[in-house]
Nanobody, 122 residues
Framework: QVQLEESGGGLVQAGGSLRLSCEAS????????MGWLRQAPGKARELVAD????????YYADSVKGRFTISKDNAKNSVYLQMNSLKPEDTAVYYC???????????????WGQGTQVTVSS
């Protein structure tokens, strides 16, 4: 079993920044790619960013490219999402999740955290 716990969400004004953290426990963390996904009310869950097990390659959705940065610290069993220049449309529940296969797609993630709310006011 893998447990993932997110933290760092909150309310921020447009243009502000937040740093999300996700700590994993259970099975070895270092050999898996990890992702951050989000879900806004009434919308489908969206993949925001992904990072390979080594941290050597990253993926970003076009909507966050240049504003968000994903990073991973295998020694701390943690993955992070630095979010800058936040916009109201970034408002969502953000989840970290473990990717099990080579495809970077929402369905490729098996274990999910409970999520942390990010609200960006205009």
């Amino acid at each position: 079993q893998v447990q993932l716990e997110e933290s760092g969400g909150g309310l921020v004004q447009a243009g502000g920044s937040l740093r999300l953290s996700c700590e994993a426990s259970g099975r070895p963390f270092s050999t898996y790619a990890m992702g951050w996904l989000r879900q806004a009310p009434g919308k489908a869950r969206e993949l925001v960013a992904d990072i390979t097990w080594s941290g050597g390659r990253t993926y970003y959705a076009d909507s966050v490219k240049g504003r968000f940065t994903i990073s991973k610290d295998n020694a701390k069993n943690s993955v992070y999402l630095q979010m800058n220049s936040l916009k109201p449309e970034d408002t969502a529940v953000y989840y970290c999740a473990r990717r099990t296969g080579p495809s970077i797609a929402t369905i490729a993630y098996d274990y999910w955290g409970q999520g942390t709310q990010v609200t960006v006011s205009s």
